[in-house]
């Protein structure tokens, strides 16, 4: 799940980037409005967490600008505490959750969670794709019980086919999905992982279709 994380503080963005990046997101961070902005015109994400005080262009801004294109990318603002102002001006501004400073990044994360199940309609925990069962919180996947093995990237595949299974998942939206700025995957890797994840589904009769110039396609389970 690929996230934009706009937070001008050096300290608190390295710590939340990490900390997310730990958690198995895949994160770029913007560190003013300016960059967030252009971030949000040219990329696709999950879950946008946006700082309201920044430089360049303020976060407010950045959401007006970012709805006005009609982009529904899920976004969580971030505000001071005495800041009501700033909450109800961003939540009217089409916020859909907000966190007040000091955050606490585990709540962050289950705020995290939320946008991203609201987003796919996906209510539970955990998705079934038998024999298989995907754990969206602990990130690992079992079969019956006993853990199956999968790199991190071949899971962040699999998560994505699974929110959309039934749908073409393009190859580009898969590339957002697993790589950020700083570690840019080609559109040759996503044939690597891609080739390792079905590999591995097949030993367990899943099958990936591949739909020629479109995309990947898990098919609905009957
Ligand atoms: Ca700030």
Do not use: C
């Amino acid at each position: 799940m690929r996230i934009l994380l706009v937070e001008d503080d050096a300290i608190l963005g390295n710590a939340t980037s990490v900390y997310l990046r730990n958690n198995g997101y895949v994160v770029d961070w913007a560190q003013d409005g300016k960059q967030a902005d252009l971030a949000l015109h040219e990329d696709m994400y999950e879950v946008v967490i946006l700082d309201l005080g920044l430089p360049q262009m303020d976060g407010l801004n950045v959401l007006k600008r970012l709805r006005a294109r009609k982009i529904s990318t899920s976004v969580i603002i971030l505000t001071a505490r005495d800041a009501l102002e700033d909450r109800i001006a961003g939540l009217d501004l089409g916020a859909d959750d907000y966190l007040i400073k000091p955050i606490k990044l585990p709540e962050l994360t289950a705020r995290l969670r939320v946008q991203i199940r609201r987003k796919h309609a996906v209510s539970a925990a955990t998705i079934e794709y038998p024999p298989l069962t995907l754990h969206v919180k602990e990130r690992l996947v079992t079969q019956l019980g006993e853990p199956f093995a999968l790199s991190p990237r071949e899971f962040s595949l699999l998560e994505t086919l699974l929110m959309r299974v039934g749908k073409v998942v393009s190859k580009e939206s898969l590339l957002g999905n697993i790589s950020d700025w700083d570690d840019s995957l080609g559109n040759n890797a996503i044939e690597v992982y891609m080739h390792r994840l079905r590999k591995k589904l097949l030993q367990v009769g899943i099958e990936i279709r591949t739909v020629r110039g479109l995309g990947y396609l898990l098919d609905k389970q009957s």
